[in-house]
């Protein structure tokens, strides 16, 4: 490590900017010099904090959805999954929130676990093109930062629940060629902020919910083969 060092002039550094990582925890020895002088020390890096929750989350993820056999799960389950890199998953550098889980067409076989509704900064899911099966949980309404939820083609089941309909941040819904039946949820007629619907290619039955009308920015909606 090398800074320039004022003689005499008392300075602050920040060691380890937020959006950086120069070092794995650890002990080190420093050696700092500039302007004729040099000083060394012995500093001690640790991991942050991280959220247990959504550490847990992760983890149900993998376990529920055969995470051995996917096709890249680099670095799953070792350590911390943002100061770790796991495969797939994205966190706000600043203070190591998952913000997006992308596991398109990796072979997630199982169910979507009900405690991603844990990952309470969370704006992406994208677990397309799997084969999950199982029903949506409710959970997923308690991601009030989503912004856009992709299952599209897997084996999902049973009905749209309802609390989807809660997530007043999402711009986009997929849940294109699933099995999902029952009717669509008035709910959906809630989300003022989403531009795209894709509910294609399933089992889904009854009317239209005239709510939907008030989707004003809506762009999209994908209905056909139900």
Known sequence: VEWDWDDGTPFEQTFFPARHRLAS???????????????SCSIS??????NPDQHSALVELYNSTAGANWLNNANWLVGDPCINDWH?????????HVTAV?????????????ALG???ELTWLGLRDNQLNGS?????GNLAKLESLDLANNQISGEIPEPLGTLAQLLTLNLHNN??????PPTLGNLSNLDFIDLAANLLTGEIPLELADLSGLTGLQLAGN
């Not at 925890?25 to 040099?38: A, I, K, Q």
Request: charged residues 20%; negative net charge.
């Open 179 to 184: 099995q999902l039946s029952g009717a669509i």
């Open 45 to 50: 890096i640790t991991e942050p904090d991280c």
């Open 88 to 96: 797939g998953v994205i966190c706000d550098a600043s203070d190591y």
């Open 118 to 120: 844990d990952l309470s």
């Open 136 to 140: 949506l949980p409710l959970e997923l």
């Open 25 to 39: 925890p650890g002990d080190y020895s420093v050696r700092v010099f500039g302007g004729g002088l040099e000083e």
């Open 102 to 114: 992308d596991l398109p067409g990796n072979n997630l076989v199982g169910t979507v676990p009900a």
